[in-house]
């Protein structure tokens, strides 16, 4: 087995700004070899059985001197494993992914480069800065400012001809020198009032700009405690900002919300608001057991001729109904003779690429509306089996079961998941989180059971955002003051909620 080495762009932090190719590499590394500026969420898009080596910090102090990562790299792939190495930004872009490459052809290692977007031209983006513009700016220069002490950068770079063009200069690493950045360009002849824009944490929800200009800049950044990672933007389209500023105008820009939904439902909420510009924080209350060693749900596959409609509820349902099958050495043809409903579109998303599109999918993701689909058409001689949850609610079967023969198995219960409370106390203990929401009762119990009564005033800093009445009541049995309450009981009327309570 050959080795291989990815070196992968990993984009300027924003997690949707990443190629597919770039997923890709790390769907299908062994090791991912990552530094700060890559987004750790990209980690969990990885295989289980992943190793993941962290090399440190981007600028000056690396955590990992650059030969010992070029060392693990290459070590790595020639025990024939596939390597993928996570840069921010661009990996050609001051990111040493050269000199990687470099050392892996020398020591004839098969090598990709997947390019990424650098944070010198999408963080001026998000910070609403075209880095060109035919009214201001023909041109962009992006710097190293990890200047050396010793007066031979100041040789490397030409302060006179950076002074004195009109295009954009983007300063990476460029903090700690940031006097004698514009001290030079001053010298050499820059405006002293060219327009400066320090962007730190670039296209992340916590984004932060100050603008200055170049003569004050260095004061500017002293006041506004400006740290790295940040870019320094010189020049006239910096002014452009005010008009373009698309990023920090986004609904939830800034704002860190906990979910506590189940890891299985919560996407579409940690979605919409990643989407509206918010730091979305998953909080797994809820875990999903398949229940082992029954034989009912085999027992019931055998006797499928006798059924004329399967319901499934759940992707979870789902998975594990077609999970059964194909263990049985079946599938989706020995549904052939049965009418298929889904509750949900994901539900229906997940029959469908089992190879069924399922019958009935009511409007609505709710028990009622396929009985009020399935009470017209179903007569005496149906059979109904539905495979679901163990604490699923009554309704669905009690009332079929007025109608014709229904058979109920249960496949897997939901059961608090316990193991996370270091986890959740920790993104607790952080001061930055403004609100957290409870799409049901349920979770608003399970959380507590995690975290315990004991620091349940934790969330005294925090904004308690409740679908509704029935969990808003479960929270005030349990202690827990709920700020507001969303009008309707849906994900998007929580969203709104949480926008509508901006400023
Ligand atoms: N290869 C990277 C740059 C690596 S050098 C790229 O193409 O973006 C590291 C420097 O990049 C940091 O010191 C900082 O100046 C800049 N940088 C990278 N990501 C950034 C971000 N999200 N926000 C602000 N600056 C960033």
Request: proline share 3%; net charge negative; aromatic share 6%.
């Amino acid at each position: 087995m050959k080795g291989k080495v990815y070196l992968v762009g990993a984009g300027p932090g924003d997690y949707k700004l990443l190629t597919l190719k770039g997923l890709e590499c790390i769907k299908k590394a062994d090791v991912i070899v990552y530094d700060r500026l890559a987004n750790s969420n990209y980690l969990k898009e990885a295989k289980s059985n992943c190793e993941f080596i962290y090399v440190g910090k981007a600028s000056s102090n690396h955590a990992l001197p650059q030969d010992d990562i070029n060392r693990v790299i290459a070590d790595k792939a020639k025990e024939g494993k596939i390597v993928t190495r996570l840069k921010g930004g661009d990996p050609y872009v001051f990111g040493r992914g050269g000199e990687e490459g470099e050392v892996l052809v020398s020591e004839g290692i098969d090598f990709e480069v997947v390019p990424g977007i650098t944070s010198a031209i999408g963080g001026l983006c998000y910070a609403g800065i075209p880095i060109t513009h035919r009214d201001y700016a023909s041109s962009f220069h992006v710097i190293t400012g990890h200047l050396r002490d010793d007066d031979k950068e100041n040789e490397e770079l030409n302060w006179n001809a950076l002074a004195n063009n009109k295009g954009t200069l983007v300063f990476l690493m460029g903090v700690a020198n940031l006097k004698k950045i514009s001290d030079n360009l001053i010298k050499e002849g820059k405006d002293k009032d060219t327009p400066v824009a320090l962007i730190s944490w670039a296209t992340r929800y916590n984004q932060r700009v100050v603008t200055s200009t170049l003569e004050n800049v260095y004061e500017t950044a002293l006041r506004e405690n400006v740290k790295p990672p940040t870019l320094i933007a010189v020049g006239e389209v910096v002014g452009l900002r005010e008009k373009l500023n698309f990023f920090e105008n986004k609904p939830l820009f800034g704002k860190s919300i906990m979910v506590t939904r189940s890891r299985t439902q919560s996407s579409s909420l940690v979605e919409k608001i990643a989407d509206l510009g918010g730091n979305p924080i998953e909080i797994p209350t809820i875990k999903i057991e398949k229940i082992e060693n029954s034989t009912e749900l085999e027992n019931e596959i055998k006797n499928i001729k006798e059924y004329t409609y399967l319901v499934l509820t759940s992707k979870n349902g789902v998975d594990i109904f077609f999970d059964k099958l194909d263990e049985m050495g079946l599938d989706s043809r020995s549904l052939s003779n049965l009418k298929v409903c889904a509750i949900g579109s994901a539900t229906a998303k997940a029959i469908k690429t089992r190879g069924i599109n399922a019958d009935i999918v009511p409007k609505k993701f709710v028990a009622e509306y396929l009985y009020e689909e399935l009470k017209p058409i179903l007569n005496e001689n149906d059979k109904v089996l539905m495979p679901r949850a163990k604490n699923a609610r009554d309704f669905l079967v009690n009332k079929i079961s007025e109608i014709c023969e229904v058979k109920e198995v249960h496949t897997y219960e939901t059961v608090v998941d316990t193991s996370k409370q270091e986890e959740v106390l920790d993104v607790l203990n952080q001061d930055d989180i403004n609100y957290i929401t409870f799409a049901s009762s349920s979770t608003v119990s399970n959380f507590v059971e995690i975290i315990g009564n004991e620091n349940i005033h934790k969330l005294e800093n925090i904004k308690v955002i409740s679908i509704g009445p029935v969990t808003s009541a479960t929270a005030k049995e349990l202690n827990i003051n709920v700020y507001k309450e969303s009008e309707e009981a849906t994900i998007d009327s929580m969203i709104n909620t949480i926008i509508e309570d901006r400023d």
